[in-house]
């Protein structure tokens, strides 16, 4: 049974959840992740293919669209982290959006480049998650692939009480084209840079060859609680 929104959860997505869970129990134990180490999410540009029309199906699983059964070309990657305040405290109630291109680097856009002909229609390209009392967002996704001018990269935006409060990118840790790419070239601050180039590694005990990117978004307000 395919997620509807990101609000309900069936049971595909209470396993889902158990199996994030874990993923995430491990990070949350890292020694020395103190709130004063934390560091401020860049902000980086919306670009220009946020979603011109949104899909029917906006949920958190882009490698399956509504009902269908073909998977979405591309590796599999569970993408998760947590919204958090500059203290480390989770943020609820924030609207994770992400938007990337598909495998053949066409993005579900009406001015997209690259073949629109060969977009593969199994890849939603936008997913939502609406967080909890934890803060944590989890997405079902490809790994993002280059496209002519960017390195390959997940655009991201946090909505809370229905204002764009960030809007960023992250990136493949290690990825040779970061190096060329203006945009993150552009986030001169190191550590900053650093905090949205994350592992893409493979899924402990995945069959499938699954794999696994954490990326902690740390937004620059304290909302009320
Ligand atoms: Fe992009």
């Known amino acids: 049974m395919k997620r509807r929104t990101p609000y309900l959860i069936g049971s595909q997505d209470r396993r889902t959840f158990l199996r994030v869970t874990a ?5 949350f134990t890292v020694p020395g992740a103190f709130a004063e180490e934390l560091v401020r999410t860049p902000r980086q540009t919306e670009g220009p293919f946020y979603p011109d ?7 958190n699983d882009l490698i399956i669209v509504n009902d269908g059964t073909t998977p979405a070309v591309g590796e599999i ?6 919204i958090l305040n500059e203290r480390g405290e989770p943020i609820r109630n924030a609207l994770v959006e992400i938007w990337q291109c598909d495998a ?15 977009r593969d229609k199994n890849f939603q390209c936008f997913g939502r998650f609406l967080t909890g009392s934890t803060g944590e967002y989890v997405f079902r996704t ?19 009480k229905g204002r764009k409060e960030l809007i960023t990118q992250c990136y ?20 900053a840079r650093a905090s949205v180039t ?28």
């Open 23 to 27: 993923i995430t129990a491990a990070f």
């Open 53 to 59: 029309k949104l899909p029917l199906d906006t949920d």
């Open 77 to 82: 990657t569970w993408l998760n982290g947590r």
């Open 104 to 118: 053949t680097g066409v993005y579900l856009h009406s001015r997209t480049g690259g073949e629109v002909s060969k």
């Open 142 to 160: 490809i790994k993002p692939v280059p496209y002519p001018g960017r390195t390959p990269h997940i655009h991201m935006a946090i909505k809370i």
């Open 172 to 191: 493949i840790k290690g990825h040779p084209q970061n190096e060329k790419d203006g945009i993150w070239k552009g986030i001169r601050d190191e550590k």
């Open 198 to 225: 994350i592992p893409f590694d493979p899924l402990k005990g995945s069959r499938i060859g699954e794999l696994a990117a954490h990326f902690d978004v740390v937004m620059g307000l304290t909302p009320e609680a």
